[in-house]
């Protein structure tokens, strides 16, 4: 049974940091394309991060030069940290994987079969 797992969400205050872990169960993260999404209350999931099958990470203009995702294929997990955090970063955040190694974009949610739970993030002081 193919199940991606987040953890890592949190409270913390702006100007923070967390680090959300995206785990995947019975498949091998290696041959997949993974993103990361967000949805605030209200408003559409998007894009925040992905990182294709050779490690081409792409980050939203929002969270550029302060999220970094990365991926540890021998723990079958991908990681987002986030730095700098702001409370506009407040959102269920979810990973998502996907099988094809191109896609017109990365940060459109159709492209991607499998979803995790989401892993709530929340920032205020």
């Known amino acids: 049974q193919v199940q991606l797992v987040e953890s890592g969400g949190g409270l913390v205050q702006p100007g923070g940091s967390l680090r959300l872990s995206c785990a995947a169960s019975?498949?091998?993260?290696?041959?997949?394309?993974i993103g990361w999404f967000r949805q605030a209350p209200g408003k559409g999931r998007g894009g925040v991060s992905s990182?294709?099958?050779?490690?081409?990470?792409s980050y939203g203009d929002s969270v550029e030069g302060r999220f970094t995702i990365s991926r540890d294929n021998a723990k079958n997990t991908v990681y987002l940290q986030m730095n700098s955090l702001k409370p506009e970063d407040a959102a269920v955040y979810y990973c998502?994987?996907?099988?094809?190694?191109?896609?017109?974009?990365?940060?459109?949610?159709?492209?991607?079969?499998?979803w995790g739970q989401g892993t709530q993030v929340t920032v205020a002081s």
């Open positions: 998502a994987a996907c099988s094809r190694s191109s896609a017109i974009s990365w940060f459109i949610s159709v492209v991607y079969a499998d």
């Open positions: 019975g498949f091998t993260l290696d041959y997949y394309a």
């Open positions: 990182i294709t099958r050779g490690g081409i990470a």
